[in-house]
């Protein structure tokens, strides 16, 4: 199903641009081929052709996914803008062993751009629009390209939390709340929404009062931290694993269905459907049991044990 998806909006974006051929595509991905092999960790077992094709297949499709945001009156009505295929595609390209090296698909902006649309100025935002439970933020921490490889990485570099910027300097700690949302209460903790929309990792201990960001849970969710804790894994030693801390965070507030329903009542946790507030203390604790922080940042205060 999804190579044909991809197939597709190939032959889409040839006919869109008025060309018979993908040889100078084809010839670009050969230049390309041996350097992003080496962004992979172990052999990839493919050819030069079937690799080649790979690039292309998939480069053309992220490329397509993005300009899905061209304004209404320069973009056709497709499947692109049916719900539930977005969010396939939209996962295969998060997919950890999806990732490909933002050299390559730069490279491709470059050679697919069109009139009114540069995916280049919009790569570090459009992803983010597409993942639905963190559109909302504002993402105002610009990444710098030069230090970024991957679109997971883009993805982690914008989870940034303003609160670093204000201190002037790296600090390195882990996170100290171990207690759930019930207990923080039953202690006398208050636990309040935060107004910012800058970072879902702008969460805050002030006087008494926990302060964290509104979050939506939907179906990418779990697939999205999935994937970027495993990147994370993979990451220097010296960088912030933003969403590794961020579910080892929640996964030590949530413990029960009713913390989740505590965080529900405090405007902390929306959910548009039901089920997946049901699912999220069995998920976040699954995803909190494998992760393990290799740098902790959540919250700039102390926190109370």
């Known amino acids: 199903m999804m190579e044909g998806h991809k197939l597709r909006y190939l032959q889409e974006y040839l006919e869109r641009v008025k060309e018979s051929s993908v040889g100078k595509y084809v010839e670009a991905m050969e230049v390309l081929e041996e350097p992003t092999r080496n962004c992979y960790a172990g052999h990839v077992e493919l050819s030069r052709d079937e690799f080649v094709e790979m690039m292309l297949l998939d480069g053309i499709l992220i490329m397509e996914l993005l300009r899905k945001f061209r304004p209404p009156e320069l973009r056709k009505i497709d499947i692109l803008q049916l719900s539930r295929i977005r969010i396939i595609l939209v996962q295969d390209i998060l ?21 009114h649309f540069s995916v280049e100025g919009d790569l570090w935002t459009c992803l983010y629009k597409q993942v639905s439970f963190i559109r909302n933020y504002r993402f105002t921490c610009q990444p710098t390209a030069g230090d970024l490889h991957h679109l997971l990485g883009v993805m982690r570099s914008r989870m940034r939390p303003s609160f670093l910027d204000r201190l002037g300097q790296p600090i390195f700690f882990v996170p100290k709340l171990t207690k759930c949302a019930t207990k923080l209460q039953e202690a006398g903790i208050k636990l309040t929404v935060a107004f910012s929309r800058d970072s879902l990792l702008d969460i805050d201990f002030k006087m008494g009062i926990v302060t964290i960001p509104w979050f939506c849970i939907k179906d990418d969710f779990e697939i999205f931290f999935r994937n970027l804790i495993a990147y994370e894994l993979y990451a220097h030693e010296n960088e912030w694993a933003y969403g590794t801390n961020y579910m080892e965070f929640m996964n030590n507030l949530i413990k029960s269905p009713k913390d989740v329903k505590i965080l529900r009542q405090c405007g902390i946790l929306a959910s548009v459907i039901p089920k997946y507030a049901v699912k999220l203390r069995s998920t976040v604790n699954d995803i909190g049991i494998n992760a393990w922080p290799n740098g902790g940042i959540v919250g700039a205060y102390g926190w109370p044990n």
């Open 95 to 115: 997919l950890f062993e999806n990732q490909l090296p933002l050299f390559f698909l730069n490279r491709l902006s470059d050679m697919t751009k069109e009139p």
